[in-house]
Each structure stands twice: as structure tokens, then as C-alpha cells.
């Protein structure tokens, strides 16, 4: 028995802001170009990705023109018709979009991953459990 495995990870920079969309049933996409520099080449590929939903609404927020991303996906093959010849085309469906702490350009916030607020949560809710120190004190059950 063979396993058949379709699996990208990308990580590189967006060659121009997110195109968003939204379906004629309302569910709203984001569509980019990532470029992803080949280090034997000095030449640069550039991958067309597409997300949806709340990743699709996080990438249109807060990510732009030359933003450094990690996207893990799918490879989707489309094809269509242009001047009677039939064109193939290859690009990423993302699950994952994810970008290096820094700070926002209009907010002077930390912005992330799009689970990085519920991290910060998690992080705040642990120091609660603990009393605000690093130091545990043993119990007997």
C-alpha cells in the first residue's frame, strides 16, 4: 500500500498586499503571491496561495507588500481557457498563514500568528495558577 501526500510549507515574503474577496455565499478569501528566494539559483519562485474564513480575514488585516510569512497548504492544480489555449496553474490552498513577532505598522501592537492572542491568554493564565511566581510549593495528597 502506498501513502499519497500533498503537503507545502512556504516561507517567504509577499510580493504585493492581499487581494480579498468574498464568495457570492459570503465567505471571505485572501489571494497572494508569496516569493520564495532558492538559495542555489539566487532566484526567487514565486507561489500564488489562497486561504479562507478567519485566516483569509487575518492575512487581509494585518499582512502586506513585503511581510515575511511561513504557509502550510496544499498544492491545488485549476485550469482555464484564455485565447482558445488551456492554461494549468499550480498554487498553495493555505491552512496556516503565520508571520514573525512584530509590531503593527498602524497600531504599535504585537501582532503574530493569527492564535497569538490566545497564547498571551494561556501565558497570563498560567502566572495566575502559579500565584505570580516562578516558585511551587510541594503538597502531600
Known sequence: MSIQLNHVILSGNL?????PGLTSEG????RFTVAVNNWR??????????????????VNT???KGDMVVVEGRLSQSQYEKNGITVYEVSVMAFDVQ???RKNRDEGGD???????????????DKDLAGGSDSFEEVDL
Not at 15 to 19: G, Y
Request: net charge neutral; glycine share 8%.
Open 15 to 19: 510580493v504585493r498586499d492581499p487581494r
Open 27 to 30: 465567505k471571505s478569501y485572501s
Open 41 to 58: 539559483t539566487k532566484k526567487a519562485d514565486f507561489i500564488g496561495c489562497t486561504c479562507w474564513g478567519k485566516k483569509a480575514d487575518f
Open 99 to 101: 508571520t514573525p513577532p
Open 62 to 64: 494585518y499582512l502586506g
Open 111 to 125: 501582532y503574530g500568528d493569527a492564535n497569538a492572542a490566545e497564547e498571551r491568554e494561556a501565558s497570563e493564565f
